[in-house]
């Protein structure tokens, strides 16, 4: 499976010392949204210091106005809550989403462990209608364990 073949080149780009951390996750975000086709966008929110409230770090896609959300507010709010893998599979049934586009259908937020501390999380909308299952949840858990190794 595509998920699957990732987890390598993601562990290889993160690995990569030489780049700056920043560079590294832009890098993530843009190969899942390339090689997975149902990923529209893809994005790490971080908490903003001490304040109940996500930055949006780095991202690929299109720009979003939602740099700063704070927390219980929308999906990405609500994860950073909960601490829990949040899967929308139709984001017009959810009253707490805030619409980042007219044309996402679905998002997944994973949340970001860092020493058992939700530091942040990874965010992906998709202009499908309910196309993330288990494997995108195991898949973006590997891929925040990783990041969390080099933040």
Not at 6 to 31: F, G, P, Y
Not at 135 to 148: H, I, P, S, T
Request: proline fraction near 5%; charged fraction near 25%.
């Amino acid at each position: 499976m595509a998920l699957e073949r990732l987890k390598q080149e993601v562990t290889e780009i993160l690995a990569n010392d030489k780049v700056q951390v920043e560079e590294r996750l832009s890098k993530v975000c843009e190969l899942l949204k390339a090689e997975v086709d149902y990923y529209t966008w893809v994005g790490f929110y971080f908490k903003n210091g001490d304040k109940n409230e996500l930055k949006l770090g780095p991202f690929a896609g299109e720009p979003t106005d939602h740099t700063i959300i704070p927390f219980g507010k929308g999906i990405c709010g609500q994860v950073a809550v909960s601490n829990q893998n949040f899967v929308v599979p139709d984001v017009s049934a959810q009253d707490n989403y805030i619409a980042c586009s007219i044309h996402v259908k679905a998002e997944i937020v994973v949340p970001l462990f860092k020493n058992g501390e939700n530091i942040g999380q990874i965010d992906i909308d998709s202009n499908v209608p309910d196309p993330f299952t288990e494997e995108d949840e195991r898949f973006l858990e590997f891929v925040n364990e990783k990041v969390a190794e080099i933040i």
